[in-house]
């Protein structure tokens, strides 16, 4: 859901739920495509080696999709995402199901800047990866 | 009266938090219903702040803020609540190799105490460490409610507890402001002070309380045969 | 026993990156690889209206500029196996096609805990993304886990 002004949104507004089946193609091509065709990122085998359960996502693909989620919160409202900080906790493995979510934390009217939880689920509600987002409003 | 507090936080003074100790007591507030805490305990990874005054921020938000440490022994994590400049200067808070007999000895000397936390998880967990090693001594509590534990995690604490006969206790573990409270212990005793909460620690009732929503429960895979018979 | 390294690492800066040339097609890719559907992005028409004047790239595409196969030079290890335990960006500029991006790195901090797996080193870097008009893009602090 698209949010158009900063007097709109209150402390407790969610982001997604955003569901994710992510497949082993889909991290393949972006490993690909961001220069980081090594094999933890495209080869179960190869990910094994390395003492990993499997082929992961790369942690920049984890921060891409929760990027994401708040940029398509943002909409067309203006707004710009201003910093995005991740903490990897555990492996983001494709062939599951992951589920980003956010909640608005803090509301500063004196900068209409806005402070967002964020975070992506396994199957399990395990949090994977969590983090913080601060946008600013025009 | 009782009092319900969640025993196990990080601020943004732990490095791998990020969350301002003012959005926690707002989301406390916004969330009372589902999370009725009294307050919460700040345990700091590896550091004690004697200095911040919260007093403001506490008559602001009608809550209780405690300061505590989260330390690393070599029995794995724990909690030290009433810590004094004599514990700082004995121990080196920031060293992830404490003698955790010594600090559960010597903290309870001092007049504070120290409590395992997340005891089933791996390698930082009391449980893996019994398997290979004599168990402690002088444990009076152990983090069995965990809000960052895995599957599993929290039954193996639970484990320790009807083995060893140790007290309870639940804390959320949030490095998020959303996640604060999920997980807390409830207090017969009133408590207004880290020295309240010491001595309830050592010789009081309480039990862990547990905050989370209940999950939808996903439907089990019915077999085959069940289904096409129409069972 | 606290880590062993040369404290006059800290803040020095130990890498300037040449220049990197982003193209309108790079950005694509990367939409295309993270899903990624927002006309800001991706459609030069709707984005000539919206906040920038232009097709930008998203966000997340100023991290893409070390790591992989351009991984940094000199940052100290302590032992086996480096992972990306997570970042933290200030965003500060967006980056479009034609930009000349660099990247300008330091060691910010170095710190030991324990964790589910073990003994565990962290390695802060700190990087400055900058364009060719020597504007801010981006702030970058990465975190890298080390198990010795």
Sequence with gaps: MSIMKFDAVKIGDTLGPQEIHLSKDQVRTYARTCGMDVPRFTDDEGARAEGLPGMIAPGNMSLGMLSRLVTDWIGQSGARLARLGTTYRQPVQPGHTITLNGFVTHVEPAEKRVEIDVWIENEDAERLVIGTASVEFP | MATILDLHSHSEASED??????????????????????????????????????????????????????????????????????????????????????????????????????????????????????????????????????????????????????????????????????????????????????????????????????????????????????? | MAVDYDPALIGKVFEVTDPVNVSAEDIGKFCTAISETNPLYTDEAAAKKGAYGGIVAPPSFAVTFRNGRHFFTHVPRFGRAGFDAGKDVEFRAPIRPGDKITLSSHVKEIYEKTGRSGSMVFVVVRSTVQNQNGEVVAHIDHRFMNRP
Excluded at chain 2, 89 to 96: I, M, T
Excluded at chain 2, 169 to 195: K, M, Q
Aim: glycine residues 8%; negative net charge; aromatic residues 8%.
């Design chain 2, 17 to 231: 938090s990020r969350a301002p100790l003012e959005a926690y007591l707002n989301w406390i507030k916004l969330r009372h219903k589902e999370r009725p805490v009294d307050g919460i305990v700040l345990t700091e990874h590896r550091q004690f702040n004697a200095s911040p005054d919260y007093r403001a921020l506490e008559d602001k938000f009608g809550l209780m803020v405690l300061k505590a440490s989260e330390v690393e022994t070599d029995y794995g994590h724990m909690l030290v609540f009433g810590v004094t400049d004599e514990m700082t200067r004995r121990f080196d808070f920031a060293n992830v190799r404490l003698n955790a007999q010594e600090l559960i000895d010597e903290v309870g000397r001092m007049g504070g105490v120290a409590v395992p936390c997340h005891p089933g998880r791996p390698t930082v967990g009391l449980y893996e460490h019994y398997a290979v090693k004599p168990p402690l001594q002088n444990v009076v509590a152990v983090e069995v409610l965990n809000g960052g534990s895995r599957k599993g995690e929290d039954d193996r604490s639970m484990e320790l507890v009807h083995k060893y006969g140790y007290r309870a206790v639940g804390g959320s573990d949030s490095h998020l402001v959303s996640l604060i409270a999920l997980c807390a212990t409830r207090f017969e005793a009133d408590i207004r002070s880290i020295e309240d909460l010491v001595r309830e620690l050592k010789e009081g009732k309480y039990e862990p309380v547990d905050f989370r929503p209940k999950r939808k429960p996903v439907p089990a895979a019915v077999p085959d045969e069940v289904r096409h018979n129409g069972g």
